[in-house]
């Protein structure tokens, strides 16, 4: 019969960059111009849930994004699935006698429902969680034999940090040489349980929309901003070998100081960026005041921050002791009757598949 459906979801975390990418050599095959590492999320705070499912009955390939359809004419959307369907396999369930052969898939549609689980596009890297959970999920539904580092690499067309949410734990996504970006991919540092002490805090400071895009910022950026070039050449490639470093001997003052610092490069270059972007608000600098102070009164820092595009805080706390400690300060300096922030969302790194 023609009726059958086959369906399968996957969930996958979004991921904080701790070494920060910002630029593109490349816009349609989204090639970065510098590395960057990022630690993943636990999957039970911040992550997309994607069901995709394949009938004949199927007309045309769908989408719907928290329950509203949205168009698939975007290039990204595009890319990803062309890649998938070119290493798409053969799948047989005998007991339904159902067999699609790798031409089938060339023909056959797609429904692809997603959800996510926090503030779309609010500097949370929505877009990280959802087009790495579209790579693995369809992977998974068409047989596709390659790794994650190879799926990280159409996850990549979709969003570039999005490669970086394949694995859990520590990830370093490499720019790469060539120009068609088959070495531009995500590999895993460190798994969850390397440094299980870290719990990550998001002060969401606003859950509103992003004004600037993360993609017309860094165009604009790499247009204007003679500090992001000298950046991506003579800064990042040395921090990204002392972050290795500081991941690899779990040493908090280090990795601290590195986050923290690449955080701050990261937005000087949106102020030196022409006409200037501006993500952080008055609450993310008074966020940031309250942690350098509270750097300077211990003998080595307690908590790390950043800031991607957007206003909320990610704060990495050395361990629950100084997590605890970091909510009571930020409950302190931000009383929720006063409003200055949404919402904290509190967990640890890890990853969850399937
Ligand atoms: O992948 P995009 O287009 O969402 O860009 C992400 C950019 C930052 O979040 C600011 C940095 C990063 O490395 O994730």
Known sequence: SQNWVIMVTAQTPTNIAVIKYWGKRDETLILPINDSISVTLDPS?????????????????????????????????????????????????????IKITKEDWGKLHLHIASYNNFPTAAGLASSAAGFACLAYALGKLMNVKEDESQLSVIARQGSGSACRSLFGGFVKWIMGKEEDGSDSLAVQLADEKHWDDLVIIIAVVSSRQKETSSTSGMRESVETSLLLHHRAKEIVPKRILQMEEAIKNRDFASFSRLTCTDSN??????????????????????????????HRSEESPQVAYTFDAGPNAVLIARNRQTAALLIQRLLYYFPPTLGDLDSYIIGDKSIAKD
């Open 45 to 97: 705070h911040l992550c997309t849930t994607t069901t995709v499912a394949v009938s004949p009955t199927f007309q045309q390939d769908r989408m719907w994004l928290n329950g509203k359809e949205i168009a698939l004419s975007g290039g990204r959307f595009q890319s990803c699935l062309r890649e998938i369907r070119k290493r798409a396999c053969d799948v047989e369930d005998k007991k339904k006698g």
């Open 265 to 294: 490069q990261f937005h000087a270059v949106c102020l030196d960026t022409c006409p200037p972007i501006f993500y952080m608000n008055d609450t993310s600098h008074r966020i940031i005041s309250i942690i350098e102070k509270w």
